[in-house]
């Protein structure tokens, strides 16, 4: 097969999902937005509904709806993107809650919806979603008035827990829901970490769960394994790649991997890029492409079947920093030509 292989440790998931739980003071809720962070919606949720998490975050409403499917009736599933327009089918059909993010959401959701479960979305700081304090003040009174299922806040700079922007919007939220009756939310997976001040009555963790960080303490969840297409040799003076931006200082032997920006191998991560032959490493050479990549295999004492991106010596942390982004982009972008295995 000239397809990569991406192996999914549905155990490891679950643990992380557990591990997470035992560190809240409260309820832990799962975050499957973006197809459950590229890993597989319906088998994810499924897997972290039996590890015990009864309630979901997606991003807007058709994943809700998707998710709806494969979960059934019981679990809560609340929707980031609120109430938009023409989602109120999907929203009554699927039994969503949507975090109302405006006035004008709350507007169309009451007179839609008018015995719906909703929740709120306030902005502490990031200016991204939710309601201002000054448009919060002007509906809480109405708003509250059947108390919503739940009212949230989003930390901007979680990852780093000793900035000071954390304390600012834990004490925003605060200010902004300190009388009311309905559960509070602030924290996903980088403010769990930061302790219980940060937990209020549900945490809501995301790449924690796939393995990433700030979760150090994390299972690794996925293993990336290309196989190799052809291996030649290449003479010094000679190029790899488009645009010739690898010359070969001395006799090399060259694999040609069958994966590439298409199956969200970025291109960014260029010949900083190392994979792995069991314990060796060998590095990318020349740039990466729609879909192959060449990775210098001099140093190894016999041609590879196939390399390993992400697995048991490189996390998709450190694959994010040979791009300079994030683990999140890694996974969110593991392309669908992939061939998905599931473990247990």
Known sequence: MSTAVLTIDLSALAANW??????????????????????GLRTAASVLAQAGARHFFVAVAEEGAAL?????????????????EGDTPLIRDAGLTPMINSIDQ???HVEALPDHDFGIQLDTGMNRLGMEDAEWRSVREVATQRPPSLVMSHLACADEPSHQMNRQQLDC?????????????????????????????LTRPGIGLYGGLPFVDALPV????????????????????????????A??????????????????????????????AVPVVGRVSMDLIGVDVTA??????????????????????????????????????YKRVYTQ
Do not use: C
């Not at 010596?313 to 969110?332: K, W």
């Open 251 to 280: 006799p090399a032997r060259i694999a040609t991997i069958s994966a590439g920006y298409a199956d969200g191998l970025i291109r960014a991560m260029g010949a900083k890029a190392n994979l792995h032959a069991g314990d060796v």
């Open 18 to 39: 557990r591990n997470l739980n035992a560190r809240s003071d409260s309820e832990t809720a799962a975050v499957v937005k973006a197809n459950a962070y590229g890993l």
């Open 300 to 337: 190894l004492s016999a041609d590879p079947e196939s390399l390993q991106l992400i697995g048991r010596h490189q996390s998709v942390d450190t694959v994010a920093d040979f791009a300079d982004t994030i683990g999140y982009e890694i996974l969110t972008s593991l392309g669908e030509r």
């Open 106 to 108: 709350l507007i169309r």
């Open 222 to 249: 996925v293993q990336l394994d290309v196989p190799v297409i052809q291996v030649r040799d290449v003479h010094p003076g000679e190029t790899v790649g488009y645009a010739n931006t690898w010359t070969a200082a």
């Open 173 to 201: 939220f605060i200010e902004m829901t300190h009388d009311i009756s309905a559960p509070r939310s602030l924290a996903a997976t980088g403010g769990l970490l930061m302790g219980s001040d940060y937990h209020f009555d």
């Open 68 to 84: 709806r499917e494969v979960l059934g009736t019981g679990p809560q599933i609340s929707v980031f993107s609120g109430h938009m």
